[in-house]
């Protein structure tokens, strides 16, 4: 990937309505970038509901959600976009005519327009609201595990009740000192092999649960954590010596630095003029969950047809000289991508 | 209309009048209170959860098995935790007391 790539259009979010856009906008002969924070393309489909079949698609009575993510990637395909995955779009500049979009990775795309469709936000970690957590992110607090090495000998507390809490608890107990598994219940939500594995080796004391328990607070020094204060459901509380947190409560999305793009916003969703799609800032739209308009109803069908919206008035700026031709599929014939007659 | 007692997690109260029909979560936005609801009441995530309070939780009843995997992922939860998108408004909550969870 280079370090400045060029396109027409950049599309931000690869969830079901920035995967139309594709389309959408290579139907009028124009090319995409796609920035997407998670590592795969589907957003809240992909990451939150992939199996959940989804009813109200015109032409599909039921179709799952990671399904449709499939057939959305194969009508995009003819048009080559180019994806970037594992990338959150963190700042927006402006030169001319031209917007320049910069990753997390430092790379920019510059484009002609910039099509936000990034539903909530960017995922990430849903991180426990606890004082102090993000100073030690990374270092003694983990949302993912890279290299399990790193656990060896440590005392490790992990919080969650989902499979990614109990396999971890499983795969570190062999190497750390200790593992505390915190959970606010019971009943764990894994599969039955995992809680089979769980139960046997916390009969043999080499994980100790904490249920129903939560994370209370976080004490550190110098930037390495101590010890965690839990607290019991119903009110007591105790500290864990702990060198390590590992939290898996799932991910949460946040429109992070899209609130500094200059776009007009209203509380987490982008304003925009229903008949272009465009926000308030010129050549930048905003399309799906993320836009907000006079009677917005956060739908994937009512997505689709904003981002064929936005297309239309993102062709008249980057082709001011050209007419806007209107031009079924049909007509047009198997898509591909060329340049708009 | 529905009357709901609404603890926000500065601790400031509201009363919100709240429309049958809609849910607490719906009545809640409509009323301008910060309920995040990422998921827009498809019971996918935790972000609208709320604590009933213990006197009237009896009125709302306990949540449904896929409510409470999806507790799971909320914090400050406890025994009269609900997640808003799931109870309806309705004469039977009318006066119902709730408060949004600790920030930190």
């Known amino acids: ?341 | 209309m529905i009357s709901l007692t609404v603890l926000d997690a500065d601790g400031i109260s509201h009363t919100v009048e709240a429309k049958p029909g809609l849910t607490v979560m719906e009545a809640l936005r409509a009323a301008g209170l910060p309920l995040k609801a990422a998921c827009g009441g498809s019971l996918a995530c935790a972000t609208c959860h709320v604590i009933i309070a213990e006197k009237d939780f009896v009125r709302v009843g306990p949540p449904s098995e896929d409510e409470e995997d999806m507790l799971d992922q909320g914090f400050d939860v406890n025994r009269t935790s609900r997640l808003a998108c799931q109870i309806k408004v309705s004469s039977d909550i009318d006066g119902l007391s709730i408060r949004f969870p600790r920030q930190s």
């Open chain 1, 1 to 341: 990937m280079s370090r400045h790539a060029q396109t027409d259009v950049v599309i931000i979010g690869a969830g079901p309505i920035g995967l139309s856009a594709i389309f959408a906008c290579g139907h009028l002969g124009m090319r995409c970038h796609v920035i997407e924070a998670l590592s795969d393309v589907g957003g809240q489909c992909t990451a939150l509901y992939p199996e959940k079949p989804i009813y109200d698609i015109p032409g599909f009575p039921a179709i799952a959600a990671g399904e449709l993510i499939a057939r959305l990637m194969a009508q995009a395909a003819p048009f080559a976009p180019t994806f970037h995955l594992g990338q959150q779009a963190v700042k927006l500049t402006r030169a001319g005519d031209i917007l320049s979009v910069e990753m997390s990775s430092g790379s920019t795309i510059a484009a002609r327009a910039v099509i936000i469709a990034a539903g909530g936000g960017a995922f990430g970690p849903n991180r426990p609201p606890l004082a102090g957590i993000e100073r030690l992110e990374g270092t003694s607090v983990h949302y993912w595990v890279k290299d399990t090495a790193a656990f060896t000998g440590k005392r490790i507390v992990i919080a969650g009740g989902g499979d990614s809490a109990v396999d971890w608890a499983i795969a570190l107990s062999e190497h750390a000192q200790s593992i505390t598994l915190v959970h606010r219940r019971e009943r764990f939500r894994c599969a039955p092999a995992s809680l089979q594995k769980l139960d046997e080796l916390t009969r043999r004391g080499l994980i100790a649960l904490k249920v129903p328990y939560q994370l209370a607070a976080l004490q550190a020094e110098a930037g390495k954590l101590e010890a965690i204060e839990i607290g019991h459901i119903d009110g007591q509380r105790e500290w864990l010596e702990a060198e390590h947190l590992l939290a898996f409560y799932g991910i949460a999305s946040d429109l992070g630095p899209l609130r500094d793009f200059g776009v007009g916003l209203s509380e987490e969703q982008i304003l925009v003029d229903p008949a272009t799609m465009e926000t308030s800032e010129r050549s930048v739209f905003a399309v799906g969950d993320i836009s907000l308009y006079p009677s917005k109803q956060k739908l994937i069908v009512t997505g689709f047809a904003e981002a064929v919206t936005a297309a239309r008035t993102v062709y008249e700026r980057i082709f001011p000289d050209r007419p806007f031709h209107f031009q079924h599929s049909t007509d047009r014939g198997p898509p591909q991508l060329q340049p708009a007659q």
